[in-house]
């Protein structure tokens, strides 16, 4: 393929992966340094009719940024600036390859946050986690990404570039397409800016409280007892006790080992009586950090996916569920009977606050690997959840959200998407073959 009317873009040749361990091995990787190169780019692969894969910092745990040698990535880490702070209508705006550390820090000097915080935050991209809706270990209290994000602007698949959104607390104007957006991983265009909601960083002081569990069952009676007590936290979060030693062997993270594992609430100070009797009865060990200690145990949750993958030696899929909260003690029972089954652990990472579970499959038979795998999913959709809280869909996870719309919502509903796809990307040059699209295709193979 010749790329000669684009060669002033910068641009390489290398194959990469993404953390899930899926491969990608573009003809070609540009990287855009403003919107005007990317609507050239998109045009040409348009017109040579190329799949374009936009690329964030490929954390992704999914494949949703997976193409095998007919694609040109665009990667947007050079268009990485923050264009504007503002401090009374209290909204960011940024080019979408900025690092969300790099902005959590710029917000904070100003004494603002924007709260969802993927565990992947000193890794991934703004544009990344917009377009995977990405949610966070603060998302109990703050929701993900969906809810912060205001306006966008988007080159689409035929090169147009429009606005949807404006930065503005409430808006009516019009169907929501800032949310279609949002969590479209990079199948229907290139997001080449963002408008994010903010907030002034807390006046009160948070406290982080680390209990120690006497067994794995104690983590969801908790959740249910928080939840009882009309408590609410700003982070409840859980590593089983497989983490809690991968952690050790892999970061060095000195942590104690017990067989309930390791459950973190973040929660104002004058809260933590009523968190503790909750705990009561559950327990083998319970602290109450704060300042660096705190911050620590926060970091060391946000690796954990690192000491996973660091034990799982690349083999590794990483579950999304979600259940009900009320559902919990019930999926984590379940959870066990399937673990006992394939005769494996399941290394459980989890915004357990918001009835998000990430088991973590590591089982060198890629059939078995697979059968475990969507048998946990099936077992959340039986539960009225979900496949995929916040990670997205990709290309792993297509058949099982195809059986859950299919289940939840109706055949109707996965053709309407697919439908909005094909209006949007008619000539399907956007991120092929994943999410809705592969969706669609596996309900359709499978009714015909
Ligand atoms: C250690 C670790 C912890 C994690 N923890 C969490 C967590 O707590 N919560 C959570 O929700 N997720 C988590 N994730 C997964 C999460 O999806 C990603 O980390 C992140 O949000 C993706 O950002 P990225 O920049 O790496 O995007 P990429 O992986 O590069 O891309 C993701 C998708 O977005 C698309 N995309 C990227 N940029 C653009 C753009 N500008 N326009 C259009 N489409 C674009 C890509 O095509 C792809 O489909 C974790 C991942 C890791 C590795």
């Known amino acids: 393929m010749d790329f000669k009317e684009l060669e002033d873009i910068e641009h390489k040749i290398e194959e990469r992966e993404d953390f899930s361990g899926e491969k990608v091995r573009p003809l070609i990787i540009f990287f855009p340094k403003n919107e005007e190169e990317v609507v050239r780019i998109v045009k040409f692969a348009r017109k040579v009719k190329i799949p374009i894969i936009p690329w964030g910092s490929g954390t992704n745990l999914t494949g949703a940024a997976s193409c095998d040698k007919n694609c040109i990535l665009i990667d947007m880490s050079k268009m990485n600036k923050i264009l504007e702070i503002n401090d ?50 603060k998302g109990v209290r703050h929701g ?111 942590l104690k080992e017990t067989e309930g594992g390791m459950l973190l609430i973040s929660i104002e100070e004058d809260m933590v009586n009523d968190v503790l009797k909750v705990l009561e009865g559950k327990t083998i060990d319970v602290k109450v950090a704060e300042g660096e200690e705190a911050e620590k145990l926060y970091s060391l949750r946000a690796q954990a996916a690192i000491a996973v993958k660091a034990e799982s030696g690349n083999v590794f899929y990483a579950e999304d569920i979600v259940v009900p909260v009320s559902k919990l003690p019930e999926a984590i029972r379940r959870l066990k009977e399937i673990g006992r089954k394939y005769n494996t652990k399941f290394y459980v990472i989890s915004h357990i606050g918001d009835g998000n579970l990430h088991p973590n499959i590591i089982i060198e038979d890629k059939d078995t690997r697979e059968r475990a795998f969507e048998e946990i999913a099936r077992m959340a959709i039986e539960l009225g959840g979900s496949v995929s809280g916040e990670h997205g869909i990709g290309v792993q996870k297509a058949k099982l959200m195809a059986e859950q719309i299919a289940k939840h919502n109706g055949i109707r509903v996965l053709d309407l998407m697919y439908q909005i796809k094909k209006l949007i990307d008619p000539d399907d040059i956007m991120n092929p073959n994943k999410y809705v699209e592969l969706a669609y295709k596996f309900l359709n193979n499978s009714s015909n």
């Not at 390859?97 to 890794?123: N, Y």
């Not at 409430?170 to 397409?177: I, S």
């Not at 982070?235 to 809690?244: H, I, K, M, Q």
């Open 144 to 254: 993900s990404f969906r809810e912060w994000v205001l306006a966008l602007r988007v080159v689409l698949p035929d090169g147009e570039v429009i606005k949807v959104g404006e930065p503005l607390r409430k808006n009516r104007a019009g169907y929501d397409l800032v949310h279609l957006f949002v969590g479209s991983e990079g199948t229907l265009g290139v997001i080449t800016e963002i408008w994010l909601r903010i907030i002034p960083l807390p006046k009160r002081k948070m406290v982080m409280i680390s209990a120690l569990l006497k067994d794995f069952e104690s983590v969801g009676e908790v959740i249910v007892g928080l939840r009882k007590n009309r408590i609410l936290p700003e982070l409840s979060e859980y590593v089983d006790a497989d983490v809690v030693r991968a952690l050790n062997k892999h970061l060095n993270a000195n």
């Open 88 to 137: 009374v209508d209290w909204y960011v705006r940024v080019q979408p390859g900025i690092k969300l550390i790099d902005l959590f820090e710029e917000l904070e000097k100003k004494g603002f946050m924007l709260p969802p915080d993927p565990a992947s935050f000193f890794l991934c991209s703004v544009g990344g986690a917009v377009a995977e809706s990405s949610g966070g270990m």
